[in-house]
């Protein structure tokens, strides 16, 4: 419900336009990355989860 | 006696084929009997009839899977590599795809494919062969685009006569303010 | 008092929905030069139709209602409600003209269902839709999907009751925030990233996998489109199974994920904070949820005893609980087989992970994480406040993005929301079992719509009757918008038409 942090952020960017530039692809690819991480260390503990309900509890 | 004849090849004509029919292949069923009666069927040997769709997905080891669509429902079969070539045309918006009866195991979750409700086929067989049907053009389509055109033109000319007569204006204020700065100076 | 309109609003709103009918006419290119690459020539005429009536439109709006004024937030709400009302229109020309639909309420429908990014269709003989046409329904989720996150975000900016108290009840002349225009630009630079990466990918898979390498192209952008948008729509009539191909069932499920985040925190760790992940209170609260219906559906699945090893459960179980919770819809299974074969308590775990949704200011629907997490906080708060003696002090907090105080107003906020929702899925499921369909199946049915889900049990097809449908484009145009947002929009046209009345008998 208070997502305003992005608007609040808006308004530093413009300024130190010049200084960013080149950390901005960085950070693309850092934040991409981490989020596909993310993902997967997710389906992993899904697929444990899975595994212990389908086999250990089912016998 | 007569009519008794009459009434004996009668049953002769209706009864064998059926019998014969029955006993060399499996019944036809479709993909959405499948699905409902996957339980019951699960294992057997049955018959689907449907139309090859969309592109054949070959896989490394020699195999293929075929997806073929009957009327609302879709199953994927697969298919030795050899199999899948006498399949011609895959249906697309702009192809009918061939018309095949496939005759194979049916599996409710098929352990190989991962859980997945599918046919491995034995043999195939092309019923109908498919054909281009390419997409022609509605007169009624052409008739209605010509009148949209004819509305968007006549609004971009409009634009662009305002612009010009806008700059045209212009260009006689500058001309008229320099003949001022001219005057004062 | 409400704010009265004037015939400058009225101006100003059908400038701006021209503007933007005019930007959805240049989206329509993309289509067009599909179909003429794949020599499609009468679905180029339904585009080159659709492009050219949006164009006379949005000229002729911004030719005869031309101002230069920004509008202020209330009118840029009225525009908001125009242009959806408009867009629909005029979107629903190549479908309309496509011959895949029975009637015009199909094809309302579907475009309802891609602009909600739900993912129920009533499309016929998917098979056989031209390429192009493919191309814009799933466009469409793509682009419907990215304008309702700045919608939601625009409306987020400040504590959700706040903005329509401004709106509403002062009527504050107030000037839109020129940073939502900044916000659109970061979503659809993140959206747009997405899609080149997404789509590379998918073909990738699906070109190993065995489709040729235009079509993988096409295919992979299409479901990539569907799953970043949670929409759920399919090129085909078997959707993701298709493909047959494990390696692109879980590209498609990372981005199902990933699509459910809320574009803040996207933009929090794009910006190089990528830890606000493993804190932030939606990420919490969605593991968790997921966790409990990933148990509930592997246990009814085991119990079922028809699948036997572990990748046939995760394939077809687990991809579902994934899709169903994340509201994107997209699915390896039968409808059919869901209906005859899953257990009652695998068919719970999918119905409450629908329920559920994703991440708030994203394109998932149902509860959302958030207000879950700050529900449950609440509880937890009043817990102690009943239990702890009166005199003590406390106060509750999370963490979205920066830490911040619980206030009862936001639990209020929260449960009431939920309440709505519930009560979509209750009007739903009541209209699909008066319809005569079997109480189960319409439960499912109907909470798939209203959470903007789209998975099916099979009611939704073009033979189900005219009210059922008109439920769920209402329950799916509800569940989207989050109600509050509805209600504003409908008051204020109903504002401007008893004027117009008034004005009238003037």
Redesign the interface.
């Known amino acids: 419900m208070q997502d305003g942090l992005i608007f609040n952020n808006n308004g530093n960017q413009s300024e130190k336009k010049p200084a960013i530039k080149n950390g901005v692809i960085k950070n693309v690819v850092v934040g991409f990355s981490s989020e596909v991480l993310f993902a997967l260390c997710l389906f992993a503990w899904l697929v444990i989860l899975t595994a212990i309900f389908f086999f250990v509890l089912s016998s | 006696m007569r009519r008794y004849i009459a009434i004996l090849t009668l049953a002769i004509i209706v009864l064998v084929p059926q019998t014969i029919f029955a006993s060399s292949s499996p019944p036809v069923y479709s993909v959405?009997d499948l699905?409902?009666k996957?339980?019951e069927l699960d294992g057997k040997t049955v018959t689907v009839r449907g139309e090859a769709?969309?592109?054949?997905?070959?896989?490394n080891n020699g195999y293929?899977?075929v997806?073929i669509?009957d009327g609302?429902?879709?199953?994927?079969v697969w298919m030795k590599n050899d199999l899948k070539d006498q399949i011609k045309n895959y249906?697309?918006?702009?192809v009918k795809g061939d018309i095949v009866e496939i005759t194979g195991k049916f599996f409710?979750?098929d352990?190989e494919?991962?859980?997945?409700?599918d046919l491995r086929a034995d043999s195939l067989k092309v019923v109908e062969s498919g054909y281009p049907t390419?997409?022609?053009?509605?007169p009624l389509?052409?008739i209605?685009?010509a009148i949209?055109?004819l509305?968007?033109l006549l609004?971009?000319a409009?634009?662009i006569y305002k612009n010009k007569k806008k700059t045209q204006e212009k260009k006689e204020d500058f001309e008229i303010e320099n003949a001022i700065h001219e005057e004062l100076e | 008092m409400l704010r009265k309109l004037t015939k400058f609003d009225f101006k100003i709103t059908m400038y701006y929905t021209g503007k933007i009918i005019l930007g959805l006419a240049f989206t329509m290119v993309i289509p067009l030069i599909i179909a003429l690459i794949y020599k499609e020539f009468d679905s180029a005429m339904d585009f080159i139709i659709g492009i050219l009536s949006s164009v006379i439109f949005g000229l002729a709006c911004m030719k005869f209602m031309k101002t230069d004024k920004p509008p202020n937030l209330f009118q840029s709400m009225i525009i908001a409600a125009f242009s959806w009302i408009f867009a629909c229109a005029f979107c629903s020309i190549p479908y309309y003209l496509s011959g895949h639909f029975e009637s015009y309420l199909d094809v309302y429908f579907d475009l309802m269902s891609a602009f909600t990014t739900t993912g129920l269709a009533l499309i016929k003989n998917v098979d056989h839709v031209s390429n192009a046409l493919n191309m814009w329904r799933h466009m469409l989720t793509y682009i419907g999907g990215q304008g309702i996150v700045v919608l939601a975000l625009a409306f987020l900016i400040r504590n959700t009751g706040g903005a329509y108290k401004i709106m509403v009840g002062e009527a504050k002349d107030e000037s839109l925030e020129p940073s939502i225009t900044k916000t659109a630009q970061n979503i659809w630079i993140i959206s747009l990233v997405s899609l080149f990466v997404g789509t590379t990918m998918a073909a990738i898979a699906a070109y190993y996998d065995g489709l040729s390498w235009d079509r993988s192209i096409l295919h992979g952008s299409w479901m990539f489109m569907s799953a970043w948008s949670t929409g759920g729509f399919a090129p085909c009539t078997q959707n993701l199974s298709f493909y047959h191909s494990y390696a692109f069932e879980i590209i498609m499920c990372l981005y199902m994920v990933m699509g459910s985040f809320n574009f803040a925190l996207h933009y929090v760790v794009w910006k190089g904070n990528p830890k606000e992940l493993l804190r932030n209170i939606e990420i919490k609260t969605f593991v968790v949820t997921l966790s409990i219906t990933t148990i509930f559906v592997a246990w009814g699945l085991s119990a079922a005893g028809i699948f036997t090893n572990l990748n046939s459960v995760l394939r077809r179980g687990i991809l579902l609980v994934i899709s169903a919770h994340t509201g994107t819809g997209q699915m390896a299974v039968y409808a059919n087989q869901l209906v005859h074969s899953w257990q009652p308590l695998a068919y719970m775990g999918i119905c409450i992970a629908m329920m559920l949704g994703g991440s708030a200011a994203s394109t998932a629907g149902g509860f959302k994480a958030l207000r879950i997490g700050i529900f449950f906080k609440g509880l937890i708060h009043e817990t102690k406040r009943l239990i702890l003696p009166e005199s003590a002090v406390f106060k509750m907090t999370f963490h979205h993005i920066k830490d911040q105080i619980i206030e009862s107003g936001m639990v209020k906020m929260a449960g009431l929301i939920i309440l709505c929702y519930c009560f979509i899925y209750l009007f739903g499921t009541v209209v699909g079992v008066a319809c005569g369909y079997p109480l189960g199946q319409a439960t499912f049915e109907s909470i798939s719509a209203g959470a903007n889900v789209g998975l099916t049990m099979g009611v939704v097809s073009p033979s189900m009757p005219a009210i059922l449908k008109i439920t769920y484009i209402i329950t799916m145009w509800l569940g989207r918008l989050e109600f509050l947002s509805i209600f504003v929009l409908v008051g204020s046209v109903g504002l401007a038409i008893g004027q117009a009345f008034k004005g009238g008998r003037k």
């Open positions: 959405t699905i409902t996957a339980p769709i969309t592109e054949a997905l070959e896989r293929s899977w997806n669509l609302s429902s879709a199953i994927g249906g697309t918006n702009l409710r979750n352990p494919a991962d859980g997945e409700l390419p997409e022609k053009i509605n389509k052409v209605v685009l949209l055109s509305v968007a609004l971009f409009d634009n």
